[in-house]
DNA sequence: TATTGTTATACTCTATAACTATA
DNA sequence: TATAGTTATAGAGTATAACAATA
């Protein structure tokens, strides 16, 4: 039995959730560098994946980055012909964004292997908490992500 | 019902998590602004509370920071007399940091504050998964302070 | 020589503002 | 004029290296 324990407050969220984001991601970097890429470029792949965007603003905003941020990241992955942008025949101002077969099969194999890993973290926990914890997660990210960040 | 439950793959926990530690850190950052508190200076008045610590570097490792990046840190707390800095007689290289009772007053309203903020995030999960995530966020959290960061 | 705290410097990430091309 | 994308610049945050004091 601890000491102190009935004084003991519980530890701050965000103190135990940011660093646990900081180490999860520290610990999915090496499969990110294996295959050549950056967080914020298998970010891109990810997102791409789900739902086929228009524009590269509305890309961002899905994943939470700034615009001008994210241009590098698709200037690489297009050299390496993991997407294609293409001018919109209705509004030549905007880009297409779409995966090329390569980058979805790229997206597919480092998103098993980082999951894989996850796995691991999550093989701590009791059985009953497991899926009590995912859905957990899952809505307070919804919350998060609706939360206006100025 | 989604029309591609079937094929949806669960988002990546650090997917998850990393964007909600920015939310719930962008949410508390108006209660440190009206304390005149930085994270980090919150942060090491949390950690010296817990424990009496003996020397700058075990507080820095403590909280998972560079020794050389709570100094400055050190320095506004100490310059607001919510800290003390003094050698430590058996080794003057060391300081022994300590909480005035102005610091440990300004620490507990602090967290106070934020926990009722977090509260607030909790409270949108369902009762019978708020416990639950409570533990299964500790067990791994204290697996990622664990988790050797280079 | 090794360690504690400190300072100075460099590097990375991110945000802001200004430019172009289309509309 | 307004918007999508781009570029250049500046700022915050962080890490690396070198230093003084003490052991």
Redesign the interface.
């Known amino acids: 039995m601890n000491a102190a324990a009935e004084d ?21 970097q090496p499969v990110l560098d294996a295959h050549g890429l950056s967080m914020w470029g298998y ?1 891109v792949l ?1 997102a791409l994946g ?1 739902t086929p965007v228009r524009t590269q603003a509305a890309l961002a905003a899905a994943i ?1 980055a700034d615009k001008t941020r994210i241009i590098t990241v698709l200037d690489d992955l297009e050299s390496r012909d993991l997407l294609v942008r293409r001018p919109d025949p209705k509004d030549r101002r905007a880009r297409l964004l779409s995966l090329t077969p390569e980058g979805r099969r790229l997206r597919d194999s480092v ?1 098993d292997e ?2 894989r890993r ?1 796995e691991s ?2 093989g ?3 059985d ?3 899926e ?10 919804d ?3 609706r ?1 206006p ?2």
Not at 132 to 141: E, V, Y
């Open positions: 003991e407050p519980r530890p701050d969220l965000a103190a135990m959730i940011v660093p646990l984001g900081r180490a999860l991601m520290a610990d999915e970010v990810s789900e939470n998103r980082i999951q996850e973290w999550l701590r926990l009791a009953a908490d497991r009590s914890f995912l859905r957990s997660l899952r809505t307070l990210s919350a998060a992500r939360s960040e100025p």
